[in-house]
């Protein structure tokens, strides 16, 4: 899947927009003049690289950070500089895709050990034998 994802590499991040705004990380005055946070948004229902199982993947996988537009975004305002932010994001991107599109493995099912069933069982004879000691107490043996 890692393999499928760097030959898609350069197509996915083509079907990217980039948009630049002020930042809020450090920089001093820096801040205040250039435009080095970046914002990229892939929109993941009209991509073209992506098959229709890998889309639906994502929408599951990636719930919480795709809009109900079925846009990606994501950004970066770590640097100073645009180039920097811009190689994060995309680096975030990639990341994100290969996580979203990794397919989880199938829970083999184990057996319970005798061990743990006879442990479970003297618990349960502890508890009940704790339980019945606290019955009412007779005033008259004292």
Known sequence: MQDDIEIYRQSLINECKFTSSRSQGPGGQNV????????LRFDVSSSLTLNEGQKSLLFTKLK?????????????????????????????????IVRGLKKPKKRIPTKVTKTSIERRITAKKKLSEKKTNRGKVDNDII
């Open 64 to 96: 919480n950070r795709i809009s109900t537009e079925g846009i990606l975004i994501l950004t970066s305002q770590v640097s100073r500089t645009q180039t920097k932010n811009k190689e994060d994001v995309i680096e975030k991107f990639i990341q994100l």
């Open 32 to 39: 205040n003049k250039v435009n080095s946070r970046i914002e």
